[in-house]
Structures are given as structure tokens and as C-alpha cells.
């Protein structure tokens, strides 16, 4: 824990006598980012906001859950702590949207706690191999997702914001490459399991953790259009993340 990076070591110190410059230098920064960006960008906070929705998933798999919730078996573990280190990405993001005062903070609290609230059906039926390809997968949908935004962040002017991004990226594939191991084991202990766990996942297709995201009003608003469609379409238009990285990530 000691050696990973903190939300605190890309905002402004509080306690430090020129905080309010330093926010004051951030909101001019910041303003260059276009509305596009933004959306996007709060679209993954939300989508990292509702953690508590993903630790509940998997322990709801037969075999690996946290029975007690606090046990020390190794499946459950890793689940604590894989937890405590994406609980950083949400909370990072969150504040520095506060400090930009570019964005709506109540109606993106609000859509958080509809979010988790909702709750989320990945169709992995508490079945360990369904749901290990499904994390394997969202951790490298999430590490191009964010490793995107870091690249317009920095294109757009922020080296900070692109730096703390390229954390949440990094972070990501190194989750991902600890599910894809995984994977890698299923398959190599039992092949036809793992195969047609795969299979399973891709004749159901993959469930995106936020496409229950609801504001409260963007569906009466837009004739009842989905608020996760028209997300999903601002990421698509600019690039942060496509139906050719849902095409690479099958082909991973």
C-alpha cells in the first residue's frame, strides 16, 4: 500500500497556503478541456464510482467468494485488496471534476448512487469461469478507456490530468493481466470448462458495468433515450473507446 499512488498526489494540498492558486491555475487549465472530453471522462468516474456494485459480484462466485468478509483465504483477498486499489480511481476523478467547477456535481451524485442503486446483472450466474472471463475482459476495456483519456488530456493541454489517467491505465493492466492469468489457468486445467465458459460469455455478450447509469431525468428528457447510449456514443465519436476495441478485446 505504501508504494502506490494516492488522489491526494494530483490535487492541491488543502493545508498548503497557496491552495487556492493552485485551484484557481487547475480551473484555467482545465477549461481548455472540451465538453466532449468531459463526458466521457465523468462517464468513467461514474462507472469507477460504483465499486461497491463489482466487489459484490464477485462474491457472489461459488468458490472464490469472501464468506465472512473478512476471511483470509487467498481468492478473497485478492478481492479486499483489488477492491482498495480501484477505490482510488473513483475518488481521484471525483474530486478533480469538483475542482474544475466544469461540471454538475449533484446530478453526477446523483446518477452514482442510481448507479448502485440499480445494481448489475453481468450473467455470470455465480459460476467462476463465466465471471473471470468477464473481468478479464472489462479490466483491458477500462485500461483503453483510460489510457485514451490520458492521451487527450495531454493533447488537450492538462499534463496532470493525463498523468493521473495513465495511472488509472496502468493500474488497470495490471489487473487485467492478473485475470488473463486466470484464464490462462482455466484453460490449461481444464480446456473444455474454460472454452466454453468463453463461448457462453460471447453468445450472451458482454454486460458494460454502467449501462443501468440513470440520471433521473436524461430518459424523459431525450424521448426516452438511454443516458449509457448517448455515453457510449461521445466515447465512440472521440475516440475513447470503440466498437474496434470491443473487436480487439474478443480477438485478445
Known sequence: ???????????????????????????????????????????????????????????????VRDETGASNTPWARWTREWTAEENRHGDVMNKYMYLTGRVNLRSIELTIQNLIGSGMDPKTENNPYLGFVYT???????????????????????????????????????????????????????????????ADMMRKQIVMPAHLMDDGEHGERNKGRNLFADFSAVAERSGVYTAFDYADIMEH
Open 1 to 63: 500500500v505504501e508504494k502506490c499512488w494516492q488522489p491526494s498526489d494530483f490535487l492541491p494540498p488543502p493545508e498548503d497556503p497557496y491552495f487556492m492558486d493552485q485551484v484557481l491555475e487547475l480551473r484555467k487549465r482545465t477549461a481548455e478541456l472540451p465538453d466532449d472530453y468531459l463526458i466521457t471522462f465523468v462517464g468513467d468516474m461514474i462507472t469507477e464510482e460504483a465499486l461497491p456494485t463489482y466487489m459484490a459480484m464477485l462474491n457472489t462466485l461459488d468458490g
Open 136 to 198: 478479464s475482459f472489462q479490466e483491458r476495456a477500462t485500461k483503453i478507456s483510460h489510457g485514451n483519456t490520458a492521451r487527450h488530456a495531454l493533447e488537450h493541454g492538462d499534463e496532470l490530468l493525463a498523468k493521473m489517467c495513465g495511472n488509472i491505465a496502468s493500474d488497470e493492466g495490471r489487473h487485467e493481466i492478473a485475470y488473463q492469468r486466470i484464464v490462462d489457468k482455466l484453460y490449461e486445467l481444464d480446456p473444455d470448462g474454460a472454452v466454453l465458459a468463453f
